[in-house]
């Protein structure tokens, strides 16, 4: 009786969770591998898009748009979520681009201003260099060098360097791929979001 009882346990855990983290988080990470298969161009042009739900053309994108497609695959609109809590704490947000107000085309495309809302509203974690601390569904973000900020999604698969170390989907310039690139740049951010 008692290894039946071990049995469904272990059956429920694996149902509910694939990947290690909650349901949510594995959804995410299947939503974000799903956008490596669009072909997308890098272009950090400003578009004029919709509110809410509003998108840059399905074939352009940088690497703010890896985590807003994913997170809205699961009907999170962080177009909304940010320009909602921008307008009501603009000051508490980066005023790195001289702005007196809240834009809905481009606020919750820039990388600071993601970071500020996942700070606020999701998980702050640490950042080390351990890569086990870097699970599935979380969410990072590097410093390029100089003023120039980079975000990405961390996934189940694995580095074939280090087992483990979990690999990235952004976009660096190549479109929306899967790299082996945690640990390429300074690490400045590390969150998890569930909403």
């Given at each position: 009786m008692r290894s039946i009882f071990f049995v469904v346990l272990l059956t429920l855990c694996w149902t509910n969770t694939t990947f290690g983290q909650t349901p949510f988080l594995d959804e995410l990470v299947t939503s974000a591998k799903s956008l490596t298969n669009d072909e997308v161009i890098y272009d950090p042009s400003y578009f004029s898009i919709e509110y809410p739900n509003g998108d840059v053309p399905k074939d352009r994108g940088v690497c703010t748009d890896v985590i807003i497609r994913a997170y809205r695959k699961l009907g999170i609109d962080l177009q909304k979520e940010?320009?909602?809590?921008?307008?009501?704490?603009?000051?508490?947000?980066?005023?790195?681009?001289?702005?007196?107000?809240?834009?809905?085309?481009?606020?919750?495309?820039?990388?600071?201003?993601?970071?500020?809302?996942?700070?606020?509203?999701?998980?702050?974690?640490?950042?080390?260099?351990?890569?086990?601390?870097?699970?599935?569904?979380?969410?990072?973000?590097?410093?390029?060098?100089?003023?120039?900020?980079?975000?990405?999604?961390?996934?189940?698969?694995?580095?074939?360097?280090?087992?483990?170390?979990?690999?990235?989907?952004?976009?660096?310039?190549?479109?929306?791929?899967?790299?082996?690139?945690?640990?390429?740049?300074?690490?400045?951010?590390?969150?998890?979001?569930?909403?």
């Open positions: 940010v320009h909602e809590d921008m307008s009501s704490n603009f000051n508490l947000y980066p005023n790195i681009w001289g702005l007196s107000t809240t834009d809905k085309n481009i606020d919750h495309r820039r990388v600071p201003n993601l970071m500020k809302f996942f700070e606020r509203y999701g998980q702050v974690l640490p950042i080390t260099k351990n890569s086990a601390d870097y699970k599935p569904g979380d969410i990072v973000c590097w410093n390029l060098g100089g003023a120039t900020t980079h975000i990405g999604i961390v996934i189940d698969d694995k580095s074939s360097i280090d087992t483990e170390r979990h690999l990235i989907i952004h976009n660096i310039g190549s479109g929306q791929v899967i790299e082996d690139c945690l640990f390429n740049f300074k690490i400045i951010g590390h969150y998890r979001y569930v909403k």
